[in-house]
């Protein structure tokens, strides 16, 4: 059950990505820094559920005992979950920076600045990875991978047999520290993306009172919701999704996880649905960039029946 949900996931991640990239890669998509944000949003998008994949097949593979170089399982103790962390992460931010720049494009107005934009998305795009990775330095110091041999005594003979388990060891203060990072993470980007959708939602309701005098402010503001409900939908939505990952965190102090393993499980399945929905969230409530998604999708199709 777990290994068909798992390779549904990447199925539903790699065309989520693929319709994601198709969209993005088109240079009138990218000609401000949303569309770089989106595009990078992309490409964690589908490294995070590739990551996530892999990590699923290489614990499946080490508790069926399958013969494993211990550098490799090493590595993947130390390197696997860390490097899904990041990915996670980086994708709630790039999508905090589209809220951002929406934001900035509707206080802005005709004044907005486009080369400033790209200029400014270039450096938070390099910047943003390195702030991430730092919050997370000391995971894989802290990862480690133990071998155990154990000979049992029986009937036919003695039989020595390998284990190898996967340890954290947290400090008490580096686990509350890990328990605000992941709350950093996550309740900021949120709240940059819910604030960003009632500024831009009570801005352009304020702009349009000002220039069409014969409705109140109250009623473009009923408009504006109407108009613009996606923008407070998707970060609900998202935080709903990934809040499990919250509950994971907290898991060790208050249940016995090995009573509820399906719980555990279907917790940790849907936090990772987030990273399949880019195509849904971001590109097909825009008429903009799903006008940008037809032409690009015309676009190859002409370059398939050019090379055929």
Known sequence: MSAALTIIMFIGGFINSALSYITFQNKESRKIGCGMYLLASTITSLLTISIF???????????????????????????????????????????????IERAINVSQGVKFNKTKSKWIARRVLIILPICVMGSLIHEPIKRNAFEFKIERNETQGNTRENYIYCITRY???????????????????????????LYIIFGVARQRSNVQ?????????????KEHKQLLISPLVLIILASPRVVIA????????????????????ISFIPSMLVFIIFVLPSSSYKKKFKESLASWQQRCCRRR
Not at 254 to 268: G, Q
Request: proline letters at 5%; hydrophobic letters at 50%; charged letters at 10%.
């Open 53 to 99: 994949t892999v990590k699923f097949w290489f614990l499946v593979l080490t508790h069926m005992k399958v013969s494993m170089n211990f550098s490799v399982m090493l590595a993947g103790c130390k390197l696997i979950e860390p490097i899904l962390k990041m990915f996670l992460y980086l994708d709630t931010w790039f999508n905090a920076c589209v809220a």
């Open 171 to 197: 400090s008490p203060s580096l686990e509350n520290y890990n328990t605000s990072i992941l709350f950093f993470h996550l309740i900021i980007p949120f709240s940059i993306n819910l604030f960003s959708a």
């Open 213 to 225: 005098r014969g409705r109140t402010y109250q009623e473009h503001v009923q408009e504006q919701f």
């Open 250 to 269: 907290l898991l060790p102090g208050c249940i016995d996880v090995s009573k509820n393993p399906w719980l555990y499980l279907s917790a940790y399945f």
